[in-house]
């Protein structure tokens, strides 16, 4: 892979070139070059599972780190889709690891259309019948997480100094909404409409429906929109 060698070498310039003082805060140096994020996402169109693997482990590290841009993120997300279509299973737990770290952020709460995109690909995973149990069970898990993020971030945004102006709805309560609206047409035999995937069983959106209820209750007692 020719062009990748050339824009790792060029990113290793770029990391060189940086100051030393400014190396003392190297997630704020990386931030928004994208020389560094493109031999990753590179990689990524490969056809070689262990090196995508070894990226996504990487790409993973970057985000836990908050050293990606928002322009970054969407080019992450759509990687991930890219990937998705791989058999391998340690890449789809890669990309189950990657998605969670993406939804961990509360900068990145309010991009309701992203916070779909990367909940679609976890419930997919998760639907997909030719998995080994570890990578179903643990999407099970990434899901439950992921769902739960989400509620949590519409009552940080309705209790912070993240929420939009007064009786507008921000993204994140919005992405709630429509998440909590997807799985009642779910329960009801409907497909979703805001996720992208497959109609999930019942039992398991149950179960998503129940923990939301008992666990994140703040998030129906603090919008009119639940």
């Known amino acids: ?36 994020l493109r031999p990753f996402l590179l990689v990524c169109e490969s056809k070689n599972p262990r090196l995508i693997g070894a990226v996504l482990g990487s790409i993973q590290k970057l985000l836990a780190h908050n050293a990606v841009s928002d322009e970054g993120r ?40 992203g916070a779909g995109q990367v909940l679609s690909l976890c419930m997919r995973i998760y639907c997909h019948n030719k ?28 209790s912070g100094g993240s929420s939009g102006t007064e009786g507008v709805a921000t993204g994140r309560e919005i992405a709630a909404v429509m998440l909590l609206q997807d799985l009642l047409n779910m ?16 039992s398991f959106v149950l179960d998503l429906l129940e923990f939301v209820l008992l666990h994140r209750p703040a998030a129906f007692q603090a919008h009119s929109a639940f």
């Open 74 to 113: 969407q080019h992450i997300i759509q990687a991930l889709h890219q990937v998705e279509r791989s058999s391998d299973d340690t890449v789809k737990l890669k990309i189950l690891q990657t998605a969670l770290t993406l939804l961990q952020n509360p900068s990145n709460a309010d991009d309701q259309e």
């Open 1 to 36: 892979m020719p062009q990748t060698v050339l824009q790792a070498y060029c990113c290793c310039l770029l990391v060189v070139c940086i100051p030393a003082h400014v190396l003392l805060h190297a997630c704020d140096a990386v931030y928004g070059l994208q020389e560094i």
């Open 187 to 202: 329960c009801a035999g409907s497909p979703a409409t805001w996720l992208k995937c497959p109609l999930v069983g019942r």
């Open 131 to 158: 998995s080994l149990p570890t990578v179903v069970n643990t999407a099970a898990a990434t899901v439950r997480q992921a769902v739960a993020l989400l509620f949590d971030h519409a009552v940080t945004g309705s």
